[in-house]
């Protein structure tokens, strides 16, 4: 890996996940969501974030943190799997700092009591970030509804963004799920780049890492956008290592056949 830094005039290994916020590629498929999800946080309402995977959802929740000031907002984060709605209560309950025991109403209770003590006492609004929602139970997303409810709904206090894939925009419009679906303000999108784009994300990428020129043709450009579509994680996945290849092969460029070779050793 040095030596793909010193080949191709890198100051850091580009195509990473370890990106800074600051440098991340901005785009209206990005920004758009991103400003949504803000908007409906700061007006003290939940959203959804639906995202096929590999299409930034992640990183658009790292800059929508970025985004909220620690002066105002208590933002908690929980990455669920299939949990019970009992488990789910412990996941979030250790997620906030409070006692994950007891039997499933009284979770339910202690972490209603304690978004609404950061609420009162400390002054600051509590959101709560929910990753991989796809893969939540029916009967777990339901129990969200009673999580956000205060006050037979007459007060705001808690803030939900709950973010996974297609299959969360499936589920949600089950008809038991009417209700927490509707309490959603806002059901932000992302999708996969475009041609144009995919080559302007490539030079980003490669310009943050400290190139001044691109390393990659234009046919090689184009490969990537044919074998990813648009994907920014097959992008940058076929991206890294067809530089790896063109350095091995002291190229200064990176070539459709690197790409081709590329992605024989990422699938089979």
Known sequence: MNDLRSHFGFHTIPFTREIAIEHRFSLPVFDEPLSALRRAVEQRMS????????????????????????ARYRIHYVKVTGLSKRDMCREIATAIGTQPAGI???????????????????????????DEGHELRADVLAMLRLLTNFERDSR???????????????????????????????????????????H???????????????????????????????????????????????GCESCDVVSSNHLVEARKMLWP
């Open 47 to 70: 959203a959804a974030l639906i995202a096929p995977a590999g299409t930034g959802k992640t990183t658009l929740l790292r800059a929508l943190c970025s985004q909220l000031p620690e």
């Open 156 to 198: 705001l206090v808690l803030s939900i963004v709950l973010a996974g894939q297609l299959g969360l925009r499936t589920m949600l419009r089950r008809d038991e799920l009417e209700d927490i679906a509707r309490r959603l303000s806002h059901y932000a999108v992302l999708r996969p780049l475009s041609r144009s784009e995919t």
């Open 104 to 130: 499933y109403p009284a979770l339910v209770r202690r972490i209603q009591e304690h978004f609404a003590a950061v609420s009162d006492t400390d002054g600051l609004r509590p959101v709560l970030l929910i």
């Open 200 to 246: 302007r994300y490539l030079e980003h990428r490669c310009t943050i890492a400290g190139a001044n020129t691109l390393p990659f043709d234009d046919p090689a450009r184009d490969a990537i956008y044919e074998i990813g579509r648009g994907n920014l994680r097959v992008t940058d996945r076929l991206a890294l290592k067809a530089l790896e290849l063109a």
